[in-house]
Each structure stands twice: as structure tokens, then as C-alpha cells.
């Protein structure tokens, strides 16, 4: 489906530079030329990405009774894949431009493209690409196994999986079974995926390899549909938990035609990204075809015995599938904000600063001594963090003055910044009260201000971290 127009370039690229500058997210192996199509998350984009995992989880399997979870291999045996009809029928139709060499995916063009070449043509002139008959291509990243790995030995070949889900279906009687579930019930995973992408693009959004959040939904054949709905509902209200609102989401109920082959319902979940409405999410209602071919392909039954009403079927399955990847840069395009400062008549004053939820912020606050010269200021600031560190990732930063320190932290998403000042210490407060023990918590998104007791300050923040 082409990219739909909605797009702020300029934007996308003031995130893609504070990605980097800041520590979020860096080009993988850039010292080399880079690996296109596959990104590394530095110390603050690892922190959000495993706030948000571990969010996701926290609502999905730990507050629930009929979720559970597993950690499935990457490395997946070839009869899984080709049960699931992965191997041999897992492909994009790909053309390339004759002349600039360029790859493009054939039913993604609307329109023959510039061509690469043009640069050598005259000012003014368009030249377009002369592209080659489309061809399919295989998505699927293949390796040998063992010490028959490098003869013909058609066994010793392996995948790396393109999708989390196949991993949950092979392993679905296994977990009914060890765990005494009943249906309805879902087994949750978050892993990485690998697929050979003939054009990655957009930032991290399409990637070779990425990572999921997903959930398999097994249920009676006469509940699907209504469960597909039922999930939806649920998805949206996670993404305006983490801070992407509703407005900025679309709902397409895809089509008949344009569904996978086993779907029976699709709802892709789209968000207004910089550079276009995209996909961040599918619910899908995939039947009872994946455990049907699994059944048939491996000659075991994968039937759900209802001892109540002693009727046996094969699961069908709603499967809400999430990037996590595409989730968190929705959620720093989502965050990213520059606030006009500027007093009448005073210089350009612009703040830039990041709204995510405390919840997934890499960094929940940050202590700051208001002077670095001042041992006593300096020992308080790091009783201070001793006391919330065991609890939460806490930035203590020194250097600068206060206004620049509290800079820093809004432009990384830092939600509180907690200043220890002489007051702190004992020093009459400016209307003479007693303020000894208390510190400055300033608030990064109305930059106000309040005075909090040390005493209170561990479940003054994490009542504020849900």
C-alpha cells in the first residue's frame, strides 16, 4: 500500500539528530559505512525500549490470568516455516532501475521514480528510472546449521524467523499442557524478527531486523470476531497509556482482497508518523489455519479437548501484533516538542523537550546539587540518589548551572528534576520556614516548581511512574 500523504520532513529530521546526538538510537556499525537496515539502540533509546517492553508485558500477562508467556528460538527448523508456507511463498516483487541500479518494491511504486542518475543530467531535466521486470524476492534470511553445514545436506538448513508468531503455534500444545489453561487463553512474546527488506526506510520504522510484541489469542471458533473488536478497543488504550493519543490514530479495517491469506478480519492500527500514516499494529483474526497446517504438516493433534462439554476443535486465534520498534519511535515523534521561551524584546529562546510518559522515560529524574563547589550540597544530591537509585534510573549531574542542567533533562524526556539547595540543609526558606531535609522538584512539562521532603520523596515518585 503507498505511503498516504501526511508528512513534516523537517520534523523528522530534527528527531533523527536528536536520536543520535542524544544517545537514543545510532546507525548500526556507522564507523564502517553502516549496515542499512538495521539501527543500535545507545543508553537512553535501551532504557525506553525496555520501559516500554516491560510495560507492555506488565499489562498483557502480568495483570492477567489468561496470558502467559514464552521466549521462543530465533533459529527456526525449515518445517515449521514451510508448513506455515513461509519458505517458498514468503516474497515481495522487486524490480531495479537499469541505470542508477536502484531497488524498488514493484507494488509500492505509483509511479516510475526519478532516477538516481539524474544528477549527471542537466539542470532542469528529469530523467526516470528504466526498471526491470518485477521478480519475486525471497524476505526470509537462511543459514546452515551443524558440521554437515557447509555440504548439500538439505537438513542443515535453517532461518531466522520472519515472525514471532510461528514460534507460539509450535509450541502451543506444550504450554496448554504444562500449564493447565483453558480456553479462552494467549501465549505473549516479545523477540526479534529478521526479514531481508528490498528498501528499508524511514528511520527505524522499516527494518531487517526488528523486534515484536505479540500475543496468540486461542479461543472457541464462535468467539472470534467478537474477540478481534474486543482487542482493538484494548490496543488503542495501551497506546494512549504510553502517550500516542487517540487522534493521532487511524483504524483501517482492511479490506477483503488485501488481507493475508489467513485472515478472516484485519485491523491495522496507524499513527501520524513525520513522514506519513503507518502501520505500528495488526489485529488479526488468523482462524484455525495455523494450527490446522501445523496438525496436518506435522501428523499431531493440536485439538482442544472441552472437558465440560466434551467437544473437540482446533483453536482459532486472535493475534494483536505490535513493532516495538515502530512503538517507540511513535512515541518519540509523539514526544518530541519545541516550546517558544522567548521574552518580549529578549533573544530566541527555544526549549526542546521530550513529553513521554514517566512510565517509559529512560531516565525518571535526575538530582542536581545547585553548586559542584559545595561539599555539603554535593553529599546531600548523593544521599539523595543512594535513596531512589535501587528504584529507578537516576541522572545526578553536576556540572553547569541549574537552568542549563534542567535543559538537558527536558530534551531527553526526563519527567522530574530534583535540586538540592541550601535550603535543603538547613537555611531559612525566603519567607523564613523551616525547609531542612526538603528539595526542589521541578516539573519538566510545566516547569513549576514544589518543595517535597526527602522522607517522601521514593513514593512521591513512584506513585507518579505507573
Not at 511504486?109 to 526491470?132: F, H, I, M, N, Y
Not at 519567607?431 to 512539562?445: A, F, K, M, Q, Y
Amino acid at each position: 500500500m503507498a505511503e498516504r500523504t501526511h508528512t513534516d520532513p523537517e520534523k523528522m529530521e530534527k528527531i533523527v539528530s536528536l536520536c543520535k546526538g542524544k544517545g537514543f538510537i545510532f546507525q548500526s556499525g556507522e564507523l564502517y559505512g553502516g549496515l542499512n537496515g538495521c539501527w543500535d539502540y545507545g543508553p537512553l533509546g535501551a532504557e525506553l525500549k525496555r520501559n516500554l517492553k516491560e510495560y507492555w508485558w506488565r499489562k498483557n500477562v502480568q495483570e492477567r490470568d489468561d496470558i502467559v508467556g514464552m521466549d521462543g528460538s530465533i533459529l527456526t527448523h525449515q518445517a515449521v516455516l514451510t508448513a506455515s508456507g513461509h519458505v517458498g511463498g514468503f516474497s515481495d516483487p522487486m524490480c531495479d532501475c537499469k541505470v542508477c541500479k536502484k531497488r524498488y518494491r514493484a507494488d509500492q511504486l505509483e509511479e516510475v521514480p526519478l532516477c538516481e542518475a539524474k544528477k549527471q543530467l542537466p539542470k532542469g531535466e528529469d530523467k526516470r528510472c528504466e526498471l526491470t521486470e518485477p521478480k519475486e524476492f525471497n524476505l526470509m534470511f537462511e543459514t546452515k546449521m551443524g558440521a554437515s553445514a557447509d555440504d548439500d545436506d538439505p537438513n542443515a538448513v535453517a532461518y531466522l524467523r520472519p515472525e514471532t508468531a510461528q514460534t507460539i503455534f509450535v509450541q502451543y500444545k506444550n504450554v496448554l499442557d504444562s500449564s493447565r489453561l483453558k480456553i479462552p487463553f494467549g501465549i505473549a512474546q516479545i523477540g526479534k524478527a529478521f526479514r531481508n527488506e528490498i528498501n528499508p526506510r524511514n528511520f527505524t520504522f522499516r527494518s531487517r531486523e526488528f523486534e515484536q510484541m505479540e500475543i496468540e489469542y486461542f479461543c472457541h471458533p464462535d468467539d472470534g470476531m467478537k474477540l478481534t473488536d474486543e482487542w482493538l478497543e484494548k490496543r488503542l488504550n495501551f497506546y494512549e497509556e504510553i502517550g500516542v493519543p487517540r487522534e493521532k490514530l487511524h483504524i483501517l479495517d482492511v479490506p477483503d482482497g488485501e488481507r493475508a491469506h489467513y485472515s478472516k478480519k484485519t485491523y491495522d492500527i496507524e499513527y501520524e508518523f513525520p513522514f506519513g500514516i503507518q502501520e505500528l499494529e495488526g489485529v488479526a483474526y488468523r482462524t484455525d489455519y495455523d494450527l490446522g497446517k501445523h496438525q496436518e504438516c506435522s501428523g499431531k493433534s493440536l485439538e482442544y479437548f472441552n472437558p465440560e462439554t466434551k467437544e473437540r476443535f482446533i483453536p482459532h486465534v486472535v493475534e494483536p501484533s505490535a513493532g516495538c520498534d515502530r512503538t517507540v519511535l511513535a512515541v518519540i515523534c509523539e514526544a518530541y516538542d519545541e516550546e517558544d521561551l522567548t521574552k518580549e524584546g529578549g533573544k530566541p529562546d527555544i526549549r526542546k523537550v521530550m513529553r513521554l510518559k514517566p512510565c517509559i522515560a529512560p531516565i525518571k529524574a535526575a538530582v542536581l546539587p545547585l553548586l559542584k563547589n559545595k561539599p555539603e550540597l554535593v553529599a546531600k544530591a548523593k544521599e539523595v540518589k543512594a535513596l531512589l537509585q535501587p528504584h529507578m534510573n537516576i541522572f545526578y549531574d553536576e556540572t553547569a548551572a541549574i537552568g542549563r542542567r534542567y535543559r538537558r533533562q527536558d530534551e531527553v524526556g526526563t519527567p522530574f528534576c530534583i535540586a538540592i539547595d541550601f535550603e535543603t540543609l538547613g537555611e531559612e526558606g525566603p519567607n523564613g520556614e523551616d525547609l531542612s531535609d526538603t528539595v526542589t522538584v521541578r516539573h519538566r512539562d510545566s516547569m513549576e516548581q514544589e518543595r517535597i521532603a526527602i522522607s517522601e520523596l521514593l513514593p512521591w515518585l513512584l506513585a507518579r511512574m505507573v
